[in-house]
């Protein structure tokens, strides 16, 4: 565990960051690696499968990523403040209510997959595999947050670098997994896009439980089998009233990406399998800027904790320098050398084509996350939830599917009408995020961590 309001503080921002960086870089590897497998081992419409049902993915994990953020929010501001029994309460009952909303979930996506993927236009000759991908992943919903709760407790903490371990292991145990499963590897009938969906939910499910040998050993605080498990409905409120509203800005997102997909559904298998190849690129940059934004929403929550806010600024020009320079490499080599990363991906010069036309246009919009995460990062850090869901409304819903809207159906752009709605998207977001980080509102209605819980006040 690491107190960030201690030292210097870009020291502070690398050390604690550079885990999250390089676990989510290894994160998106993989994903990389695993259409990898499916495009080459399966072929472009297996591939296609897989990008059509990952914004649908997100609409629905959506539901809890809001509380799984709001853990953190308030483990760092009860840890910045040493207030460890109010702590150890928030620490029970956040895992409780991602344990109920996971099994929920879990239960209706499996339950309507079909009709969600005929409502966005997928095409017959991919339901059926995204479908079967769609059904396994979510059976193991379970083992995603718990891991990722996990990781949002001991990163609340200051301890960043445990759960990169972990994940680790998950992603290097999905590499080995993904094409046994997919191919059989000669020693039984191979699963194709299900092997890669099982891949991903066994290595989950492995770094889930290692995940628990280890806070068991750790500390009595976190070990599960020690724990009260007595609802205490002061913090969940709590905990809704902080993480409700990122639900509602990532459902927001969601909704925003499930728009977009059923739009790029119209064009055919080869530019949604560009566009997915597309995404699996760009998470190389956009994961930097939102594991700095995950950072800054640590250390802004443990600096507000202590009663040392004239420190934020400070924090937020580090990470939005730092950002930016990750950024730049990567809008470099997308620019620069598009048909030889397409090339890892498949051979077929169809989706080369679709994909290189996407981060022509799409690229810019790097240096624009990169600036929004960490703004955002300050502003969710103080628990001031609610303008970021607004700003998620304006730029996603009403500027990048109008948009994309007029763009498709009055221009003969095609395609790249959906793109440049996006890039344009992207800075609304950025500008938006930035006057309201100017404005200085969010620290106005900052109050000290006071939450009314069964035993009283704690704060």
Known sequence: MKNLTEGNLLKNLVIYSYPIIIGDLLQATFNSID?????????????????AVGPLM???IALIIGIAIATVILVGQSYGSKDLELLKKIIVNSYMV???????????????????????????????DAKTFLVIIFSGLIFMFSFNWFSG????????????????????LNIILAPVLITGAGLFHGLG??????????????????AFIYMARKDNMLNVLKWNFKPDFGIIKRMFTVGAPVSVQMLINALSSVIIISFVNLFGPNIIAGFGLGMRVDQYSYMPAMSLGEAVSAMVAQHLGAGKKEKIPEILRNAVLFSISISLIFYISVNFLPGKIASIFTTDTRVWDAVKWYWRIDSPTYFAFAMLFAFQGVIRGSGDTIPLTIIAFITLIIFRAGTTYLLVHFTGLHQLGIWLAM??????????SYIYYRSGKWIERYKPHIIETADGING
């Open 58 to 60: 997100f609409l629905i």
């Open 153 to 172: 407790v001991l990163r609340g903490m200051g301890d960043s670098r445990t759960p990169f371990v972990l994940q680790i292991i998950s992603v290097g």
């Open 35 to 51: 259409a990898v497998w499916v495009g080459r081992l399966i072929g472009a419409n297996a591939l296609a499968a897989i990008s």
């Open 193 to 210: 896009i299900a092997g890669s969906a099982l891949a991903t939910v066994i290595s989950q499910a492995s770094a889930t439980v290692a």
């Open 423 to 432: 890039a344009i998207s992207a800075y609304v977001g950025a500008l938006l």
């Open 98 to 128: 991602i344990f109920v909303m996971c099994l929920i979930i879990s239960a209706l996506a499996v339950a309507f997959s079909g009709g969600l993927l005929g409502l966005l236009h997928t095409p017959d000759s991919i339901k059926s």
